[in-house]
């Protein structure tokens, strides 16, 4: 298993491969051994070799995030000081997702995320399967969204009867019903309005 970009190595314990960090305080080696445990219980023992474990100071909504095309976990660097049951719960949360796509499905899809077959393999790690984990008290306070679109009403007209009908978003196969009914084609004029 890799910690981010290598600039410090630890030996790992279980299959002996190389754990290297990219910050001050890579993962203890309580954390190694537990992940590597987990692994060989699922009967992975190569993801310990192929997976990269980044950590990250942009993530501040979620506690960890994994990539398992690219065989990557990424875990938000607050949980560096946070309590290490709750780091080697999020460790365990991405890795039993490796694992899973690894096991139970290579294609794209194949498997649900917190599917039946992942929540297999964290309560045979002993963990409750949970989506949802109560955030550290040293996590930082989230930046409300941006919102993405505009706030605007769209008006759909139709220049025959004078008839309208508002929508959040252009609907193009709006027609107007009563010009339908009399044969026309009922294209509606649409209008942005901000709100």
């Keep these: 298993m890799e910690l981010g970009r290598v600039t ?6 279980g299959n002996g491969s190389p754990i290297s960090g990219s910050r001050e305080a890579p993962l203890s080696s309580q954390s190694i051994a537990s992940a590597h445990r987990w692994l060989q219980l699922w009967n992975t023992p190569d993801l310990a070799a192929q997976t990269t474990i980044e950590w990250s100071p942009r993530m501040t909504r979620s506690l ?3 990539y398992p095309e690219r065989r990557l976990i990424r875990l938000a660097a607050f949980l560096d000081e946070a309590d290490n049951a709750l780091l080697e719960e999020v460790l365990c949360h991405e890795l039993a997702h490796l694992a899973a796509h690894e096991l139970h499905g290579t294609s794209t899809g194949s498997i649900r995320p917190h599917g039946p077959e992942w ?18 008290p040293n996590a930082p306070k989230p930046q409300p969204r941006r919102r993405r679109r505009g706030r605007y009403l769209y008006l759909h007209h139709c220049p025959l009867c004078q008839l309208s009908r508002a929508a959040k ?7 107007c019903a009563a010009c339908l009914t009399a044969g026309l084609d009922g294209i509606l004029d649409v209008f942005r309005r901000a709100l």
């Design 119 to 136: 929540k297999t393999l964290m309560r045979a790690a002993g963990y409750e399967p949970r989506t949802r984990m109560p955030a550290p």
């Design 8 to 13: 410090s190595a630890i030996q790992g314990t």
């Design 64 to 66: 960890g995030r994994c």
């Design 169 to 175: 978003r252009v609907v193009r196969r709006w027609r």
